[in-house]
């Protein structure tokens, strides 16, 4: 069953912690990314990464790191320096980075007190 | 900013009604793709249309893409309770930018 996973679905953190998002895929996908979803509102990039161990700036990644060691994996990494950091947070892949259609994982909904 | 504007912010219907959503954008595109969100969920692939294409189907959607108004549309026919969700346009240029989305309602 081939598809991109992330986890947790809901995830609690008090002010000042950094917290880790998971996201796995098995599609065999070069490309991986990253978007904050906030409500009523569209997707925004944070990061992206065309190939292992290479990743790039999207148009909101301060705050946030991330780290493509691995084709399957491409963690993201909420840092206490984000401001606002509580929103819906998604994982898509594409075949490569380009004119191509992404496939989004199921999203992780951070929260932070 | 966000390229693609989505209009209406939502829509209201009733079971078996069409429905349409309209994209704009600002600047020269590859393809222009849509996507649809049920709430709390990821986002799944629609339709893509390339920029030398100008209309494209599958299933019940039609969407088509007017360049020179930089502007597409999305009809859905004879829609159903199930259709019920958050649709978004994403343009393709040097990446993908999508919109802030349709919120369509689709009453039984």
């Known amino acids: 069953d081939g598809g991109i996973t992330q986890s947790p679905k809901y995830l609690f953190r008090k002010e000042g912690q950094n917290v880790t998002l998971s996201c796995e895929q098995n599609l065999n996908h070069d490309a991986m990314y990253w978007y904050r979803q906030d409500p009523g509102q569209g997707l925004r990039l944070i990061y992206y990464s065309q190939i292992v161990n290479d990743f790039q700036k999207g148009d909101i990644a301060e705050g946030y790191s991330v780290s493509r060691e691995k084709k399957e994996s491409f963690p993201l990494t909420v840092t206490s320096a984000q401001k606002n950091p509580t929103a819906f947070y998604l994982c898509?892949?594409?075949?490569?980075?380009?004119?191509?259609?992404?496939?989004f994982g199921p999203g992780t909904r951070l929260t932070v007190t | 900013s966000q390229q693609g504007e989505e209009d209406p912010q939502a829509l209201s219907i009733q079971e078996g009604e069409n429905a349409t959503m309209n994209c704009s954008y600002k600047t020269s595109i590859n393809n222009l793709q849509w996507y649809r969100q049920n709430s709390g969920r990821g986002l799944v692939h629609l339709i893509l249309?390339?920029?030398?294409?100008r209309e494209k189907h599958s299933g019940r959607l039609r969407v088509t893409l007017d360049t020179s108004k930089k502007s597409s549309s999305l009809l859905i026919t004879a829609s159903r309770a199930a259709d019920t969700a958050s649709y978004f346009c994403a343009t393709r240029g040097s990446r993908l930018t999508f919109g802030e989305g349709t919120q369509l309602t689709v009453n039984p």
């Open positions: 898509a892949s594409s075949i490569r980075q380009g004119v191509y259609e992404q496939y």
């Open positions: 249309i390339r920029s030398n294409e």
